[in-house]
């Protein structure tokens, strides 16, 4: 059984930072992508910022130059590091692991940790 376990969300002021971690219990490299998304209610969920098997990584368009997507194979952990963040950026962030045999789907998930940034 895999799981995912995110932290870090908070409130914060506009132009404000925050770290979210997402602790996977499983070896990274088990998996060919790990992701952030994000879901507001009433909106269809958004990928975020993708971290593949290789290292490589993928942003949304409206948070490049802002967030950075990392991880720590050692400490099983993803991180996603959220600067100049915007009222816009608030959502629930999801943490999602995609295995090998998913067909490209997001097959494991964490529960979600809520981001508030106050403008």
């Known amino acids: 059984q895999v799981r995912l376990v995110e932290s870090g969300g908070g409130l914060v002021q506009a132009g404000g930072s925050l770290r979210l971690s997402c602790l996977v219990s499983r070896n990274i490299f088990s998996f060919d992508k790990v992701a952030w998304h994000r879901q507001v209610p009433g909106k269809l969920r958004e990928l975020v910022a993708v971290?593949?098997?290789?290292?490589?990584?993928d942003y949304l368009d409206s948070v490049k130059g802002r967030f950075t997507i990392s991880r720590d194979n050692a400490e099983k952990t993803v991180t996603l590091q959220m600067t100049s963040l915007k009222p816009e950026d608030t959502a629930v962030y999801y943490c999602?692991?995609?295995?090998?045999?998913?067909?490209?789907?997001?097959?494991?998930w964490g529960q979600g940790t809520q981001v508030t940034v106050s403008s």
């Open positions: 999602a692991a995609m295995s090998p045999v998913s067909w490209g789907v997001y097959d494991f």
């Open positions: 971290i593949s098997k290789g290292g490589s990584t």
